[in-house]
């Protein structure tokens, strides 16, 4: 198979690559000549796990190459991908299709012979049969159908996430196009991997619906460890003891600062809007938008409250600031509202991350960068854990507490006991949904 793959963002690059892995002839194509330049000198602009080493073999078999030329690409190909960005729009909450539409006309006037255009973007309800309309209207003789193959790959694993996925859902409307879809994933049909085939509405859907599921999992045992604070639970044994029913499953139940990231912030948004549209309000989410981001100002009170009242003049280390390990990515990380309102309160802050700095160092002003954690703890008045990055996972607690000017540590990842915290030395402590101290 000819694949085209429009826009190399953390989707459309993943997506690519994989797709060549499997053997077939993909060209990834971007409008960010930065991009597409670092690409072909073999660089990879993002940062995956795994993702260069798949890349560079892929390159070296001929069946993978990137170029700014989205013509030259489309032509010929048996399938185009539509993986462009569709953040929240400016304003009113709704999904920005501005790029996914543009990146349509542009394909349908490339279009050369029988061709399925497929949306891999986030979309609402809709997008695939207006995207039918662009390319009608922008070429009226072309030969083509549409659709629509959400993504559902996770950031920090994402090469694993699309060679083995839990399924691959497909939306289309004619045999013709479900046979080109059949071949490209072919080889995960022969692996036994299920893919939903469904009409373009329900593909879209389910995408949102999945989404929205999952931020609300994570809200919901985020505000039962608002609650555990209050009674005295301890919400990391709340947390296994309700994942061990089957019917609820153990993943995303874990407490935390509050869902950030480039996905559920904006999904749930859209989700909300599209319900409001449709006068069928989507009231859970819209419940969970609200709650989630009360979780995430409620860390700020706490950090105040471990600081003694007031931030002013403390020197605070921050260990992670992107939304989560494994990526570069902090888009909507709790790491924007927190890090800035320390700043904003006097604090003198020091950030740790071991790949966040290239992003952060533009949204995260006023702070200063140091590559060590143990260097950001000494001197300090206080150590916040706010990404679980695995160089975060097994600190030398005492080393760390014996250096600073107050051993105080605000853990909103649950990482370490609070029965170590204390043997380490720490003074004061708190977490997500247990006991602190201090
Ligand atoms: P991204 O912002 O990282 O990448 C988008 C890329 O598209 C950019 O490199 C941009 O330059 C390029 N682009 C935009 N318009 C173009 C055009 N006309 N021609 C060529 N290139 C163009 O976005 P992303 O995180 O990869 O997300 C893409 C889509 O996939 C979104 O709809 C998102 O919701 C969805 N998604 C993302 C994830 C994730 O974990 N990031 C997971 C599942 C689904």
């Given at each position: 198979m000819k694949i085209a793959m429009v826009g190399t963002g953390y989707v459309g690059l993943v997506s690519g690559v994989c797709f060549s892995d499997f053997g077939h002839e993909v060209v990834c194509i971007d409008?960010?000549?930065r991009k597409i330049e670092m690409l072909m000198r073999g660089e990879v602009p993002i940062y995956e796990p795994g993702l260069e080493t798949v890349m560079a073999r892929n390159v070296a078999a001929g069946r993978l190459s990137f170029t700014g030329d989205l013509a030259g690409a489309v032509a010929g190909a048996d399938a185009?991908?539509?993986a462009v960005g569709t953040p929240t729009r400016r304003g009113d909450g709704h999904a920005d299709l501005s790029y996914v539409m543009a990146a349509a006309e542009e394909i349908a006037k490339a279009l050369t012979g029988y061709c399925v255009i497929v949306t891999k973007s986030t979309v609402p309800v809709g997008t695939?049969?207006?995207?039918?309309?662009?390319?009608?209207?922008a070429n009226p003789a072309a030969e083509f159908d549409v659709a629509s193959n959400p993504e559902f790959l996770r950031e920090g694993a994402a090469i694993d996430d699309f060679m083995r996925p839990d399924r691959v859902v497909v939306g289309v409307e004619s045999d013709r196009a479900r046979a080109v879809m059949s071949d490209i994933y072919r080889p995960l049909f022969l692996r036994e991997f299920p893919i939903v085939y469904t009409d373009l509405e329900s593909a879209e859907m389910i995408k949102y619906a999945a989404n929205a599921f999952l931020a609300t999992k994570i809200t919901f045992i985020n505000?039962?460890?608002m609650l555990c604070e209050r009674v005295g639970a301890d919400i990391k044994a709340v947390s296994k003891g309700m994942?061990?029913?089957?019917?609820i499953g153990n993943k995303f139940l874990h407490a935390g600062p509050g869902y950030g990231g480039s996905c559920f912030p904006k999904d749930t948004n859209a989700l909300a809007r599209i319900g409001q549209d449709h006068a069928s309000p989507c009231a859970i989410t819209e419940t969970v938008i609200e709650v989630n981001d009360r979780v995430k100002r409620r860390m700020i009170d706490k950090l105040v409250?471990?600081?003694?009242?007031?931030v002013n003049g403390k020197t605070v280390a921050v260990l992670g600031v992107t939304f989560k390990p494994n990526t570069d990515d902090m888009r909507e990380a709790p790491a924007l509202t927190i890090v800035p309102a320390l700043v904003g309160g006097g604090a003198k802050v020091r950030v740790v991350d071991p790949q966040g700095?290239?992003?952060g160092e533009h949204l995260l002003p006023g702070v200063d960068w140091v590559e060590d954690p143990y260097a950001a703890a000494r001197e300090a008045d206080a150590l916040v854990i706010l990404t679980e990055w695995n160089e975060f996972r097994a600190l030398d607690l005492g080393q760390m507490a014996r250096s600073m000017a107050t051993p105080r540590l605000a853990d909103l990842r649950n990482i370490y006991p609070p029965?170590?915290?204390r043997a380490a030395g720490f003074e004061a402590y708190v977490a997500v949904g247990r006991r602190g101290f201090g």
């Amino acid at each position: 198979m000819k694949i085209a793959m429009v826009g190399t963002g953390y989707v459309g690059l993943v997506s690519g690559v994989c797709f060549s892995d499997f053997g077939h002839e993909v060209v990834c194509i971007d409008k960010d000549p930065r991009k597409i330049e670092m690409l072909m000198r073999g660089e990879v602009p993002i940062y995956e796990p795994g993702l260069e080493t798949v890349m560079a073999r892929n390159v070296a078999a001929g069946r993978l190459s990137f170029t700014g030329d989205l013509a030259g690409a489309v032509a010929g190909a048996d399938a185009v991908f539509i993986a462009v960005g569709t953040p929240t729009r400016r304003g009113d909450g709704h999904a920005d299709l501005s790029y996914v539409m543009a990146a349509a006309e542009e394909i349908a006037k490339a279009l050369t012979g029988y061709c399925v255009i497929v949306t891999k973007s986030t979309v609402p309800v809709g997008t695939n049969r207006q995207v039918a309309e662009v390319v009608s209207k922008a070429n009226p003789a072309a030969e083509f159908d549409v659709a629509s193959n959400p993504e559902f790959l996770r950031e920090g694993a994402a090469i694993d996430d699309f060679m083995r996925p839990d399924r691959v859902v497909v939306g289309v409307e004619s045999d013709r196009a479900r046979a080109v879809m059949s071949d490209i994933y072919r080889p995960l049909f022969l692996r036994e991997f299920p893919i939903v085939y469904t009409d373009l509405e329900s593909a879209e859907m389910i995408k949102y619906a999945a989404n929205a599921f999952l931020a609300t999992k994570i809200t919901f045992i985020n505000e039962m460890a608002m609650l555990c604070e209050r009674v005295g639970a301890d919400i990391k044994a709340v947390s296994k003891g309700m994942g061990l029913d089957g019917r609820i499953g153990n993943k995303f139940l874990h407490a935390g600062p509050g869902y950030g990231g480039s996905c559920f912030p904006k999904d749930t948004n859209a989700l909300a809007r599209i319900g409001q549209d449709h006068a069928s309000p989507c009231a859970i989410t819209e419940t969970v938008i609200e709650v989630n981001d009360r979780v995430k100002r409620r860390m700020i009170d706490k950090l105040v409250d471990l600081c003694g009242g007031s931030v002013n003049g403390k020197t605070v280390a921050v260990l992670g600031v992107t939304f989560k390990p494994n990526t570069d990515d902090m888009r909507e990380a709790p790491a924007l509202t927190i890090v800035p309102a320390l700043v904003g309160g006097g604090a003198k802050v020091r950030v740790v991350d071991p790949q966040g700095r290239r992003e952060g160092e533009h949204l995260l002003p006023g702070v200063d960068w140091v590559e060590d954690p143990y260097a950001a703890a000494r001197e300090a008045d206080a150590l916040v854990i706010l990404t679980e990055w695995n160089e975060f996972r097994a600190l030398d607690l005492g080393q760390m507490a014996r250096s600073m000017a107050t051993p105080r540590l605000a853990d909103l990842r649950n990482i370490y006991p609070p029965e170590d915290v204390r043997a380490a030395g720490f003074e004061a402590y708190v977490a997500v949904g247990r006991r602190g101290f201090g």
